[in-house]
């Protein structure tokens, strides 16, 4: 449900109940709760929290995980470092890069693979190379970063995302996670490419990612950063958009109209609005049209995007 958030705004304790009028009609905001299993959002530049239901709910992220995994090789300081494709790397579920075994890239190109179009065997090629050819070794840095930067409620037990053992974390760790993340320019500069070209560095073989996050061809003030999906985890996304003196970040777990809600929440907070001009209701795709989207997507849809 819903429910009251203690926020601190200017140095004032301030009562956020939900997502407050101003930005959302009661009817809208219904329906977005009924189709999110878990949701939190935040204004950065004045670090209040709109919006958030169930936050501290324990869920599974999917490919949000990847985020970490990105952050991890980031702070690695081994960008450039070449890295060779051994047969553990790719032994993993869709969604793939399909990568070789032998061919050789660099850190970077499969940091930007993961993030993009969500390559597992990207990811797991990075957990298994920066965990020096163990990745329960990169898992536990996985683990220590967490705790570092305030994720409580958080376990990681691979690199992709996948529903294996106790994987699990919270919309509310997420959003920390999320954070600390674009406080990295690099990781910001990856968070919004909509296409990643590389190519295998001893066999020439091309590569193309293109990027899962339908915002960043959509919606002109999104800047990011990360989908998810399986089929315990449903959809997922992270999502933000900025404009002017807004920028706001979202965070939607098991989001049964990601696509939709997302941009209603986007499209109410930044209206698309100039100086001296009254508010125009920005037109709301009605739950059918928005169902029939989400069927279409689900045949479509890999084990885990």
């Given at each position: 449900?819903?429910r009251?958030?203690?926020?601190?705004?200017?140095?004032?304790?301030?009562?956020?109940?939900?997502?407050?009028a101003?930005y959302?009609?009661?009817?809208?905001?219904?329906?977005?709760k009924?189709?999110?299993?878990?949701?939190?959002?935040?204004?950065?530049?004045?670090k209040?929290?709109?919006f958030?239901?169930?936050?501290?709910?324990?869920?599974?992220?999917?490919?949000?995980?990847?985020?970490?995994?990105?952050?991890?090789?980031?702070?690695?300081?081994?960008?450039?470092?070449?890295?060779?494709?051994?047969?553990?790397?790719?032994?993993?579920?869709?969604?793939?890069?399909?990568?070789?075994?032998?061919?050789?890239?660099?850190?970077?190109?499969?940091?930007?693979?993961?993030?993009?179009m969500?390559?597992?065997?990207?990811?797991?090629s990075?957990?298994?190379y920066?965990?020096?050819?163990d990745?329960?070794?990169?898992?536990?840095?996985?683990?220590?970063?967490?705790?570092k930067?305030?994720?409580?409620n958080?376990?990681?037990?691979n690199?992709?995302?996948?529903?294996?053992?106790?994987?699990?974390?919270?919309?509310?760790?997420?959003?920390?996670?999320?954070?600390?993340a674009?406080?990295?320019?690099?990781?910001?500069?990856m968070a919004?490419?909509?296409?990643?070209?590389?190519?295998?560095?001893?066999t020439k073989?091309?590569?193309?990612?293109?990027?899962?996050?339908?915002?960043?061809?959509?919606?002109?003030?999104?800047?990011?950063?990360?989908?998810?999906?399986?089929?315990?985890?449903?959809?997922?996304?992270?999502?933000?958009?900025?404009?002017d003196?807004?920028d706001?970040?979202?965070?939607?777990?098991?989001?049964?109209?990601?696509?939709?809600?997302?941009?209603t929440?986007?499209?109410?907070?930044?209206?698309?609005?100039?100086?001296?001009?009254?508010?125009?209701?920005?037109?709301?795709?009605?739950?059918?049209?928005?169902?029939?989207?989400?069927?279409?997507?689900?045949?479509?849809?890999?084990?885990l995007?």
């Open positions: 449900m819903i009251p958030l203690l926020t601190l705004f200017c140095g004032t304790t301030l009562l956020v109940t939900g997502l407050s101003a959302l009609d009661k009817e809208t905001a219904d329906r977005i009924k189709n999110t299993d878990a949701i939190i959002a935040k204004d950065l530049n004045n209040q929290l709109i958030a239901k169930d936050e501290q709910k324990i869920n599974q992220p999917a490919s949000l995980t990847k985020i970490m995994t990105a952050m991890l090789a980031i702070e690695s300081g081994r960008m450039n470092d070449v890295v060779t494709i051994t047969r553990e790397m790719i032994q993993v579920e869709p969604t793939k890069a399909n990568l070789r075994v032998g061919e050789k890239f660099y850190l970077r190109d499969l940091v930007k693979a993961a993030m993009v969500s390559a597992n065997d990207a990811a797991m990075i957990g298994v920066l965990g020096d050819g990745v329960d070794n990169f898992v536990k840095q996985m683990n220590q970063k967490a705790k930067i305030g994720m409580k958080t376990n990681f037990t690199p992709c995302g996948f529903d294996i053992g106790n994987h699990y974390s919270t919309a509310q760790d997420l959003l920390a996670l999320s954070e600390y674009i406080k990295n320019s690099q990781f910001n500069d919004k490419l909509k296409r990643h070209d590389f190519r295998a560095l001893n073989r091309s590569y193309a990612a293109y990027t899962h996050n339908k915002l960043l061809n959509n919606y002109k003030y999104a800047v990011g950063i990360k989908t998810g999906y399986t089929q315990k985890a449903g959809p997922c996304l992270i999502a933000r958009a900025k404009k003196n807004k706001i970040l979202v965070v939607m777990l098991n989001s049964e109209h990601r696509w939709n809600d997302i941009k929440i986007f499209e109410d907070v930044l209206p698309d609005i100039t100086e001296d001009k009254p508010v125009a209701k920005k037109a709301v795709v009605t739950p059918k049209k928005a169902t029939k989207k989400a069927s279409s997507a689900k045949k479509k849809a890999q084990k995007a």
